[in-house]
């Protein structure tokens, strides 16, 4: 079956500080990876897309990691803001484009 | 360049009642994507609509239904309103669909009552 499971549900940080977010999917066959935020109340925005060749991606403060063999991702935060607060999606697309969502993960910054 | 736009907003509806929703992609984007968002299934995909051709479909009932216009506007229909059906509906564009990357819309939040 193919789903995509996002690790932890939630979590709370200190501005400033850094997190890493886990994403194991059993997708079959792999396209890419992808990571979402999306604040509240609005749509996602794209943080970074990784095929199978690319093990590391960054987007300014945010650094996607990609494991094919494990199937697994992690998306690491530096330096944490406040604006940071928000939902975190894994999403994996399978062969024609399929996508399958994780169900992400809530992160709270508090100053 | 403007972004993808939805309307409406904000719906509300009765049980057995159908509604439309709207998206309008980026200029220039040829694919549209729509997905539901719950609080209890999170995100899941509808259907990928590319050059007025549904390209990919999710596992929903076939109340749900979409269609492409020439000009790469999108419309969702679901019909036979449900209580279930009540979330936040978004549509996606990308210039190919496939690999490239999605720029979401704002979405419409459909109360069923």
């Known amino acids: 079956k193919n789903q995509v499971e996002q690790s932890p549900q939630s979590l709370i940080i200190l501005e400033g500080k850094n997190c890493t977010l886990q994403?194991?999917?059993?997708?079959?066959?792999?396209?890419?990876l992808r990571w979402y935020k999306q604040d509240t109340g609005r749509g996602p925005v794209s943080l970074t897309i990784?095929?199978?060749?690319?093990n590391t991606k960054s987007n300014g403060r945010y650094t996607a990691t990609l494991d094919a063999d494990t199937k697994q991702s992690s998306l690491h935060i530096t330096a944490s803001q406040l604006s940071d607060s928000a939902s975190y999606i894994c999403?994996?697309?399978?062969?024609?484009?399929?996508?399958?969502f994780g169900r992400g993960t809530s992160l709270i910054v508090h100053p | 360049k403007a972004g993808v736009t939805q309307t409406p907003r904000y719906l509300i509806k009765t049980r057995g009642q159908q509604v439309t929703l709207s998206c309008s992609p980026i200029?220039?984007?040829?694919?549209v994507s729509w997905y539901q968002q719950t609080p209890g299934q999170g995100l899941q995909f509808l259907f990928e609509?590319?050059?007025?051709?549904?390209?990919n479909k999710g596992n929903f009932p076939g109340r749900f239904s979409g269609r492409q216009f020439s000009n790469s506007r999108s419309e969702m229909n679901v019909s036979t309103l449900e209580l279930g059906d009540s979330a936040l509906y978004l549509c996606?564009?990308?210039?190919?669909?496939?690999?490239?990357?999605?720029?979401f819309g704002p979405g419409t939040r459909l109360t069923v009552l």
């Open positions: 996606a564009s990308s210039s190919s669909g496939g690999g490239a990357e999605q720029f």
């Open positions: 994403c194991n999917y059993t997708v079959s066959p792999f396209s890419n």
């Open positions: 990784m095929t199978f060749s690319e």
């Open positions: 999403v994996v697309f399978r062969g024609s484009y399929i996508p399958t």
């Open positions: 200029s220039g984007h040829r694919s």
């Open positions: 609509y590319f050059s007025e051709t549904q390209r």
